[in-house]
Antibody, heavy 113, light 113 residues
Framework: EVQLVESGGGLVQPGESLTLSCAAS????????MHWVRQAPGKGLVWVSY????????SYADSVKGRFTISRDNAKNMVYLQMNSLRVEDTAVYYC??????WGQGTLVTVSS | DVVMTQSPLSLSVTLGQPASISCTSS???????????LRWFQQRPGQSPRRLIY???NRDSGVPDRFSGSGSGTNFTLKISRVEAEDVGVYYC??????????FGQGTKVEIK
């Protein structure tokens, strides 16, 4: 069974940084693409970033490009999202998503002064 | 970017009655590989999204057969043949043909009348 467990969310002030982690299990991690998708309170789903199976291909939504960095550690079955220069509008539940099929439970990031 | 437009945005349905959600894309979703990468997700209240349908019409394991997907090109439909109480939630279409970015519809909220 695919399991994705996100951690690292919390309350930060604008301009600060946060790193989200996602622990994956139940599938052969190193052959799948992984994504981060976010959902602002009461709003819809927005794709944030993707990383291919070996980390050689990465993409970001325009809204986070230059501020967020996705990475993965295939030895540890982990994917990360480093978020810098956070803005109020980055406030959302961040989901780790396996191949855009299986979703974690999400971790809440709140950016507020 | 491909824009995904869902209608209606809200649907109130009597138990046992059918429901239909439309999803229109701004570009044809037929990929050069011959596939149409259109998915449907269900998000029940307080839960993470769950994939229901992939490649337009393929139901995921465990998805009741009252859910069906259809369409081609730029026009797609999710149908629930007989709405049950557990179907309450928000439904999203998502395209994975022209990426990045992967893009979602705005979501359609289904409630029981």
């Amino acid at each position: 069974e695919v399991q994705l467990v996100e951690s690292g969310g919390g309350l930060v002030q604008p301009g600060e940084s946060l790193t989200l982690s996602c622990a994956a299990s139940g599938f052969t991690f190193n052959i799948y693409w992984m994504h981060w998708v976010r959902q602002a309170p009461g709003k819809g789903l927005v794709w944030v970033s993707y990383i291919n199976h070996d980390g050689s291909s990465i993409s970001y939504a325009d809204s986070v490009k230059g501020r967020f960095t996705i990475s993965r550690d295939n030895a540890k079955n982990m994917v990360y999202l480093q978020m810098n220069s956070l803005r109020v509008e980055d406030t959302a539940v961040y989901y780790c998503v396996h191949d855009l099929d299986h979703w974690g439970q999400g971790t809440l990031v709140t950016v507020s002064s | 970017d491909v824009v995904m437009t869902q209608s209606p945005l809200s649907l109130s349905v009597t138990l046992g009655q059918p429901a239909s959600i439309s999803c229109t894309s701004s570009h044809s979703l037929v990929h050069s590989d011959g596939n149409t990468w259109l998915r449907w997700f269900q998000q029940r209240p307080g839960q993470s999204p769950r994939r229901l349908i992939y490649k337009v019409s393929n139901r995921d394991s465990g998805v009741p057969d009252r859910f069906s997907g259809s369409g081609s090109g730029t026009n797609f439909t999710l149908k629930i043949s007989r709405v049950e109480a557990e179907d309450v939630g928000v439904y999203y279409c998502m395209q994975g043909t022209h990426w990045p970015p992967w893009t979602f519809g705005q979501g359609t909220k289904v409630e029981i009348k």
